[in-house]
């Protein structure tokens, strides 16, 4: 089955700790996205990446980091230097080419304790 | 500065009837909008988009209508069935990235028997 695959779907980590997520898709999907949804908020853009090896900043990106080493994989770091890191992420992935529709992953639950 | 806005955190409905979900959104410079639905703990789905070129558009039981000059959108869901109760969020974007989605805070749509 095609779809996208985020691991683990909860994830506890201490204070202090860089911690990554993984997300993998098998949809051959060239654009791939991160976002962040915290209660009683819409989604937010964290990271996103057009094509393999190059990736942009979104709208908060600051305390994370990315990488983009294979079309299937967009790993999200959470470093210690995010100040609120307990959220629900969210993988996302979609054609590329200026068509936004994405499709997204289950999640992972992040508790920084 | 919440650029795409959902004024309702919550509607009910009863089953059989019609759902209307509202979006409002302040950038002239949005081109795309899309809805999502999303059920606790799982990623969004995407529903259905339009184009600003368009004021409508239909799949099945779930209709978009865009009103540019008031700029604003809403879902239309007929008749609502209990498997809708969900969040729905709407998401914009600009044709100078159409990757990066702003999120509304999104809906939650009850439909009760």
């Known amino acids: 089955d095609g779809g996208i695959t985020q691991s683990p779907k909860y994830l506890f980590r201490k204070e202090g700790q860089n911690v990554t997520l993984s997300c993998e898709q098998n949809l051959n999907h060239d654009a791939m996205y991160w976002y962040r949804q915290d209660p009683g908020q819409g989604l937010r853009l964290i990271y996103y990446s057009q094509i393999v090896n190059d990736f942009q900043k979104g709208y908060i990106a600051e305390g994370y980091s990315v990488s983009r080493e294979k079309k299937e994989s967009f790993p999200l770091t959470v470093t210690s230097a995010q100040k609120n890191p307990t959220a629900f992420y969210l993988c996302?992935?979609?054609?590329?080419?200026?068509?936004?529709?994405?499709?997204f992953g289950q999640g992972t639950r992040l508790t920084v304790v | 500065d919440q650029q795409v806005k959902q004024n309702s955190p919550s509607l009910s409905v009863q089953e059989g009837r019609i759902s209307i979900l509202n979006c409002d959104y302040t950038n002239s410079m949005f081109d795309y909008f899309l809805w999502y639905k999303k059920y606790p703990a799982e990623g969004p789905t995407f529903l259905i988009s339009?184009?600003?070129?368009?004021d409508k558009n239909e799949d099945g039981r779930f209709t978009v209508f865009l009103n540019k000059s008031a700029k604003h959108l809403s879902l239309h869901i007929v008749p609502s069935q209990p498997g809708d109760s969900a969040v729905y969020f709407c998401a914009a974007s600009v044709p100078s990235n159409t990757d990066k989605l702003i999120f509304g805070t999104g809906t939650r749509l009850q439909v009760f028997p």
């Open positions: 339009i184009s600003s070129i368009k």
């Open positions: 996302a992935s979609s054609i590329g080419g200026g068509i936004p529709e994405a499709f």
